[in-house]
Every structure is written in C-alpha cells, then in structure tokens.
C-alpha cells in the first residue's frame, strides 16, 4: 500500500510513530534547557536542573562528560528515546553549540529526520545558527524554528522573521504568535489552534494555562490580556496574516518552509506547543542514501550505521559506545548482524537506548531508532550494520583539521600508552592524528582550539597521562586521492610532508596555501581533499 503523499510504502505503525530529530543552535540560546523541558514533558525525568546553576544542580541530564558540567557548555553529541503522548516515541540528539565541536554536529545530523533550530529572542540568527543551518539545507532537513527567551527583552518580532527569512533563504510561517516581550511578555497565541497560551512565571516545571477561544474578537482575550498589549497583538497577527505565508506540510517536508514558536524554554513556555508541532508535522523515518542502493525504513531486514562513537561514558566502565542510526526493519536483542566492513557476523547482545548518561538494555527497536552498541574498538564512525548486504551508507563527513599541533606524553615511556589514546579518540572523530613519515611522535589536528582542553583533559582523566599540545610547523591538512601509482609516487617525491591518518589514509600536511597550489600545478594527477567521507 502506496502513501500517496510522498508515494512511498506505507510504513508500519511502530516506524511511523517514531520522530527522529536533532537540536542545533548557537551557543548559549537555550538548546540544553529546552532539551530538558522535552524530558519533562516527556515523562522522563521529574525536575528540570538548571544549566547555569551551581555545583551538582549544573549536571544537566544531557550535558554527561566532566568538561561539559564544568563549562555548562554541550561539548558532544547524546542521545535520548522517550515516549511523548503514548502516541510518539521521540529520538533526540542534543548537539554541541560551541562551533569548535562542529564536526560532531555534522555527523549527527546524517542521522536524524529532522532539526530544531533554536534562535535567541534578543539575538535573532548568529553565525553558528547559520552555518549548522547549511548543513540542514545540504540535506534537505525539515526545520522547526523556536525563538526562545522571549521573557527577557527581545526584539521586534516581524524583525527576527525578516532576519530568518533573508539570512537563511527560508520561508517563515507563525505558529504562535508573542503577547507582549520581556517584563510584558505573558504567552502566545496559538495560530495553529486558536488558542490563548499563559505562562506561569511562578512555577518554571508547571505546564502554563490555556484557553481555547474563536478568533480574535473573543471577548476571552480582554479577560487575560490589558487593553495596551491586546490592541498591538491583534494588529500584529492580522499583518502576519496577510504577509507571511500560511503552513503548508509539504514545503516544511521539503525544507523551504519553517514554522515558528516563540516561548522561554526556562519557564517551560512554548515547549508543549513545540512538542505537539514535531508530532503533528514532523517527517516519519526517512530513505537513507547508500550504496549500491537507497534504504527504506519498511524493508524487513535490518540495517544501520555508526555515526557517532563515545568512549567512557561510564568511567567505571571503560566502555566505548557506537550510536546506530537504524535504517530498516525491527531489530531484536540477540541479533546477528554482519559488520560489512570487516564481512564479520557480531552479536548484539548489550544493545543500550539511552537517556542522557542513563542507559538500560534496548530488549527491541525499530527503524528511525538510535540504539548505543557497546564494543572494544570494532566499530567506527560510518560502519554499516546489515543481515547481511554488503550496503555503504553514505555522506557522512570528515573535515580537514583547522588547527594541528604536536602532541607529546608528558612521561616519554608512555609513548605506547599516548597511541593508543590517541587512536581512540580519532576513532571517536573527537580529533584527527596523523602519523608523520619523518620524525616521531603525533600530530593532532582539531576544528577549534577549545578541543585540545578537551582532549588534554581527557586523556588525563581517562588514561592518567598527562599530555602536552606544541605548535606544529604545518598548518593545515589534505587527504590525497588519485590513482594508487600517483598517491604512491606523489608520497614518494613529498616524503617531509606526508603522513597517515588513522586509518592509514595517506595525507599531506601543509605550511602554507602556497603548499597546496604547488600541488596543483606540479601534480594534476593527484587531489587534495579538504573532506573525507566516512564509509566502508
């Protein structure tokens, strides 16, 4: 049976239930509080902590690595499954803000459905906002936009659609509409529902009041809102009316459109109506791109993919966890699937479904799912899981490091120990280490700067070697692709500036763009490449 909407079969129930959506954002516009208002709302946990808050109350549910409760900042990306309504089951993956982690959030958005884009009331579109939203539009992602801290002050709110729309090429269409900003705010109009929604500023864990009235002229609205703020609103809405275009599923589908909610995450004001928006409207699991063919989530048998890898989420237990994006089919506790990068079978016999660092044994999942693998090293980002067709799923990136330094354990007989450190982490996609052809020792290469306190900390932490980063002669990173004799041949003749990643990939490491020209004048038959794609 055809779903003559989209023309694809008709999925079962459990997979069509399912949203799968990720959170971007530019740092500190609210993502990690909203995230814990969708736990509440969830029924996951009973009391939303306070990211600014001070000692333990600092430990958001989401933010799980030391750095992160530290910061108060979301340094990688965790994923969490709970039920919404009964009717749903949500996915989310809580991404990092801060552009140095990037990479992470580019990865994560190959394995999800859908985003939303969180916008801070007072500072409209900032630059991490749009670059993670490029990333969206390269993959057709539907988007919903919510505009938080609209209790503080905040701009004009027609000021902050226009800058949507003109910035992010992006149609823009109210789904709520503000009363009032800052000190005045007091809810939104629901122009979805035609409903009046109150916020309860007493209470920040209490679902706000709601009123159902019909149309604009209902004597309701003078009950709850003064005179001043009611004459602004109802012009307010009726321009949005007439200039902003009305929702339409299929151009959200198609990414050209984005519904917009305003609210204040950390009053739980708005989440709701957010919430019931990507039930309503969000897209059901979707076709995965791979090869030698497209992956339906109806097919039978099972698949997925590696697109994150987390070490030590547990200390004590030392594990690493590969996050699966399941593709296809109904997946059991017990499985085999084959790993078709090393054509082994493996057992999954630990499947976790995580809440935040919380986690309990996924006894089954279903396509449009993210289940945890926990493994010794075996599987890497961009991995495939399959009952057994050799599929590559594809597009899932690497990107050339934008800063590398040289790294050296602080104890020089810990050389050993630092490998294997190291390895983990490029391995994670935490980092890239190159081995040099000359010299000894790493060279680390990361996005932004913040990740070699990251790594540092860690690999202290984690391992008990305390490390150091030195600056490195070279600059910046290439992979080099062309034909076997070429790469060979070219490595050969640039001896000084090659090296191996750590999947034994040849790269060449450069001093100055100068480096990289050269290559292209003296070498035509190779290329260097800024990006590498994660598949088998």
């Known amino acids: 049976m055809l779903d003559t909407a989209s023309n694809r079969p008709e999925l079962p129930p459990e997979i069509g239930r399912r949203r799968t959506f990720a959170i971007i954002s530019h740092p500190d516009a609210g993502k990690t509080t909203l995230t814990e208002k969708f736990l509440l709302y969830g029924g996951a946990i009973q009391m939303a902590g306070q990211v600014r808050a001070k000692g333990e109350a600092r430990r958001t549910r989401s933010d799980f690595m030391k750095m992160e409760q530290d910061r108060g900042i979301s340094v990688s990306a965790s994923a969490m499954s709970f039920d919404y309504v009964d009717k749903y089951r949500f996915n989310l993956v809580d991404t990092p803000g801060h552009s140095d982690f990037s990479e992470d959030t580019f990865r994560t958005l190959t394995a999800v459905d859908a985003a939303i884009m969180v916008i801070d009331g007072a500072k409209g579109v900032e630059s991490q906002t749009q ?16 505009c938080n801290k609209m209790d503080r002050e905040s701009r004009d709110t027609f000021d902050i659609i226009d800058e949507i729309q003109e910035n992010l090429a992006i149609d823009v269409t109210p789904a709520s509409w503000p ?39 209902d004597p309701k609205l003078e009950e709850h809102i003064p005179a001043d703020l009611l004459e602004k609103f109802r012009e307010e809405v009726e321009m949005a009316r007439e200039l902003l275009p009305a929702m339409d599923h299929q151009a959200f589908l198609d990414g050209t459109l984005t519904p917009i909610w305003f609210g204040s995450a950390i009053n739980s004001f708005g989440v709701k109506e957010l919430m019931d928006g990507i039930a309503k409207f969000g897209p059901e699991p979707q076709i995965q791109n791979a090869e030698p063919r497209q ?35 109904h997946f059991h506790r017990g499985m085999k699937l084959t790993h078709v990068r090393s054509k082994k079978p493996m057992a999954i016999s630990n499947p976790v479904l995580f809440l935040a660092a919380d986690r309990e044994l996924a006894e089954e999942a279903w396509a449009g799912d993210i289940i945890g693998i926990p493994n010794h090293g075996q599987l890497r980002i961009g991995d495939a899981l399959t009952e057994g067709e050799a599929l590559r799923f594809t597009g899932i990136p690497s990107f050339a490091p934008e800063l590398l330094r040289n790294c050296r354990a602080g104890d020089p007989m810990k050389a050993k120990h630092l490998e294997k450190a190291l390895m983990q982490f490029a391995e994670e996609g ?27 900390s860690r690999i202290e932490l984690e391992y008990g070697l305390p490390v150091r980063f030195e600056n490195s002669q070279f600059t910046s990173a290439r992979w080099v692709q062309g034909g076997k004799d070429d790469v060979e041949n070219f490595g050969a003749a640039n001896k000084q500036h090659m090296a191996t990643d750590n999947d034994g990939d040849p790269v060449f490491l450069t001093r100055l763009q100068w480096d990289i020209d ?10 260097l490449s800024a990006t590498k794609e994660m598949m088998v």
Do not use: W
């Open 131 to 146: 670059k993670l939203f490029e990333v969206c539009r390269l993959r057709d992602l539907p988007i919903l936009t919510f």
């Open 179 to 217: 009363i009032g900003v800052g000190r005045e705010f007091l809810g939104c109009y629901d122009m979805l529902r035609d409903r009046l929604e109150l916020m309860d500023r007493a209470d920040r864990n209490k679902v706000a009041e709601s009123v159902a009235i019909e149309g604009l002229d």
């Open 295 to 329: 992956v339906g989530p109806e097919e039978k048998k099972v698949s997925g993919f590696v697109f994150k890898v987390q070490a030590n989420m547990d200390p004590k237990h030392r594990d690493r966890v590969a996050f699966v994006r399941l593709a296809s089919g």
């Open 430 to 456: 935490a980092a890239k280490v190159f081995k040099p052809t000359f010299g000894s020792g790493f060279i680390v290469g990361v996005v932004g700067a913040l990740q070699f306190e990251v790594l540092a």
């Open 518 to 527: 050269r290559v292209a004048r003296d070498y035509p038959e190779v290329t």
